[in-house]
C-alpha cells in the first residue's frame, strides 16, 4: 500500500494549529460515516500520522519549557 | 556745552563717507558722539553694588549684573544715595536710574546714578511671584508639557553645586535602590551671580548627551537670595525649552524656587529626587520573577490543555478502535446473510406448503376414498402391457365374456381375476 504513504509526507510541514484541525476533521468526517471502506482505511491512517505530528509538537514545546525552566538568569 | 555745526560745509556729513583724505575734525566726532549720548534716555537697571567708594558730595560705584559677568561704574551725589533709609553698601542689591554722560573736553563718559534704592526681600519675593504668574500664563507650567521621566534611565544627568551635600545626598539614595544607576555629573556655582550661566550650560550639555535621559538640578538649602538663580527668567526658558525631563530638587519642602513649577518632577529634596528618578531594584526584579513565573504558568496550561484536547480526539472510537470500520461492515453481511437464509428458508417452507396443499388435493381427486368405501375397479388385464400404458376400465358386461383376464383393484391393492360370464341384472 505504498501510494498511501504519499498524501500523508505533507504533514510533517504543518503546524500544530493545522495538524490538529485537519485531525478534527478526519475524527468528525469518520463518525458521520458514509465514506467507502478504502476511504474509512486511508482516512484512519491520516489521522494516525496526523496525531502523532500533534505529539511531536507538545512534546517539543514542553522540552523547551523545561529547558528555559533550568535556565533562568540567562537569556533577558 | 554744545556748539552747533556748521550747515554748509565741505565735510563728509556722515562718518561712513569719512576717510584718511577727508577726515573730520575730532571735535566734530566728539559733539556728534556728545548729542547721540545726550539723547539717550535714562533707565532703571537692577545689579548688586561691588564697590562703594565716598569723597565728599561725590560717590562713585560699581555695578555688577547680578547673573552675568558685566559691570558699570557710575558716580552719583552722596546726597542721592543718602535718601534711602537703609544705608547702601557693599553686596547691596539695587535699582538705580542711570543715565549716560558724555564730557566734551575729555572725552569721558560716565554712568550718573539719578536715583537708587536697595531690593528688599518683599520686592525679591514679589518680582518672583509676578515672574511665576507671567510665566505660567504664558503655559509653560502646563501639565501638557510635562515629560514623563523614564522608568530606568540609561544615564542620570546631575547639575550640582562643588561638593555638595546635596550631590552626596543624590547619588547614595539612587544606589541603594539601583546599585548599577549611572551618572554624568556638571558641577556648578549654585548660588551667586555665575550660577545661572554655569546651570545653563550644563545643562544645554546634558541635554544633548546621547545617553542622559534625565536630568537632576540639585542644591541644598539656603537664604532666598542664594536660591534666587532657580528663579531667574533665563534660566527657567532654558528648563522649559529642554527635552530631556529635568527633576528639580532646590533646598527644603517649604523652599519653592520657580525651577518647581517649570521641572517635569519637583522634588522636595534631593534625597527625595534620587527615590523617584531610579525604581528600587529588588522590588522591580521580584515582579519581573512574578511575572516570569505566570508567564511559564500560562504557557504550560496552554500546553498540558492542548495535549488533553489530543488525548480525548485520540480516544474516540474511530481512531482508538478502528477495527470498527471492518466489524461493522462485517456485521452489515452476516445481517444480510441471516436475511438471506431467512428469505430462503421462508422460500422453501412456503414451497413445502404448497406442496403438501398440492398433495392434498391429489390425493383428494384420487379415487383412493371411493376404493376404501369399497368399490373395486375392474380393468382389462392383457398379458404384460408396456408400463404406463391404460388398461381399460370395464363398465359393461359385455367388456369381460367369460374368460377375461381382468384386474381389480380393491381399497387394499390388486388382485387378478378371470371374467366367468355370468350376467347379473343390473341394480336398479
Known amino acids: 500500500m505504498t501510494a498511501e504513504t504519499k498524501p500523508n509526507a505533507d504533514i510533517e510541514a504543518l503546524s500544530y494549529e493545522e495538524a490538529r484541525e485537519q485531525l478534527v476533521g478526519i475524527v468528525t468526517r469518520l463518525e458521520t460515516g458514509g465514506a467507502s471502506l478504502e476511504e474509512s482505511l486511508a482516512l484512519w491512517e491520516r489521522g494516525e500520522a496526523l496525531a502523532k505530528r500533534c505529539e511531536q509538537w507538545l512534546e517539543g514545546a514542553r522540552k523547551r519549557l523545561a529547558a528555559a525552566r533550568d535556565q533562568p538568569s540567562q537569556a533577558g | 556745552m554744545s556748539e552747533e555745526?556748521?550747515?554748509?560745509?565741505?565735510?563728509?556729513?556722515?562718518?561712513?563717507?569719512?576717510?584718511?583724505?577727508?577726515?573730520?575734525?575730532?571735535?566734530l566726532l566728539s559733539q556728534k558722539l556728545k548729542m547721540h549720548i545726550d539723547r539717550a534716555p535714562s533707565a532703571w537697571v537692577e545689579g548688586q553694588v561691588i564697590e562703594l567708594n565716598r569723597r565728599g558730595t561725590n560717590a562713585y560705584l560699581t555695578l555688577r549684573d547680578i547673573?552675568?559677568?558685566i559691570s558699570l561704574p557710575a558716580s552719583a551725589w552722596t546726597k542721592v544715595l543718602d535718601r534711602q533709609e537703609i544705608p547702601l553698601e557693599r553686596g547691596s542689591r539695587v535699582v538705580a536710574l542711570l543715565k549716560a554722560e558724555f564730557w566734551l573736553k575729555t572725552g569721558r563718559l560716565n554712568m550718573s546714578v539719578k536715583d537708587i534704592r536697595p531690593v528688599g526681600l518683599g520686592d525679591l519675593l514679589a518680582r518672583i511671584e509676578r515672574l511665576r504668574h507671567a510665566l505660567a500664563a504664558e503655559g509653560l507650567?502646563?501639565?501638557?508639557?510635562?515629560?514623563?521621566?523614564?522608568?530606568l534611565p540609561h544615564r542620570i544627568g546631575l547639575i550640582t553645586g562643588r561638593n555638595s551635600d546635596a550631590k552626596k545626598d543624590v547619588l547614595r539614595n539612587a544606589a541603594l535602590r539601583w546599585p548599577?544607576?549611572?551618572f554624568e555629573i556638571r558641577e556648578v556655582a549654585v548660588q551667586g551671580n555665575t550660577a545661572v550661566a554655569q546651570v545653563i550650560a550644563a545643562l544645554r550639555e546634558l541635554d544633548a548627551h546621547p545617553e542622559v535621559d534625565v536630568i537632576v538640578i540639585a542644591r541644598g538649602g539656603g537664604a532666598l537670595e542664594d536660591l534666587l538663580p532657580f528663579s531667574s527668567e533665563e534660566l527657567i526658558r532654558a528648563v522649559s525649552g529642554a527635552s530631556t525631563p529635568v527633576v528639580s530638587a532646590i533646598g527644603h519642602e517649604a523652599d519653592r524656587p520657580i525651577l518647581d513649577d517649570?521641572?517635569?518632577?519637583?522634588?522636595?529634596?534631593?534625597?527625595?529626587?534620587a527615590k523617584r528618578i531610579v525604581p528600587d531594584v529588588v522590588e522591580e526584579l521580584a515582579r519581573v520573577r512574578q511575572a516570569r513565573d505566570q508567564l511559564r504558568r500560562g504557557v504550560t496550561r496552554l500546553v498540558e490543555r492542548e495535549a488533553d484536547r489530543l488525548a480525548s480526539l485520540r480516544s474516540r472510537p474511530v481512531l482508538a478502535s478502528p477495527?470498527?470500520?471492518v466489524s461493522s461492515r462485517h456485521d452489515d453481511v452476516e445481517r444480510l446473510k441471516g436475511r438471506a437464509q431467512a428469505a430462503v428458508t421462508t422460500a422453501v417452507v412456503r414451497a413445502a406448503d404448497q406442496l403438501a396443499h398440492l398433495k392434498a388435493q391429489v390425493r383428494a381427486l384420487s379415487p383412493q376414498k371411493t376404493l376404501d368405501r369399497g368399490y373395486a375397479v375392474v380393468q382389462l388385464a392383457d398379458g404384460h402391457p408396456a408400463p404406463g400404458t391404460r388398461r381399460d376400465v370395464v363398465r359393461h358386461p359385455d367388456q369381460a365374456p367369460s374368460g377375461t383376464p381382468l384386474t381389480v383393484r380393491v381399497a387394499g391393492g390388486r388382485f387378478t381375476a378371470e371374467s366367468t360370464g355370468g350376467q347379473e341384472p343390473a341394480e336398479e
Open chain 2, 67 to 69: 547673573d552675568a559677568e
Open chain 2, 5 to 27: 555745526v556748521a550747515a554748509a560745509t565741505t565735510l563728509p556729513a556722515t562718518a561712513a563717507e569719512t576717510s584718511p583724505d577727508n577726515p573730520w575734525p575730532l571735535q
Open chain 2, 262 to 273: 517649570v521641572a517635569d518632577l519637583r522634588a522636595s529634596t534631593p534625597t527625595d529626587a
Open chain 2, 180 to 182: 548599577a544607576v549611572e
Open chain 2, 323 to 325: 477495527e470498527v470500520m
Open chain 2, 141 to 151: 507650567f502646563s501639565d501638557a508639557r510635562k515629560k514623563r521621566l523614564p522608568l
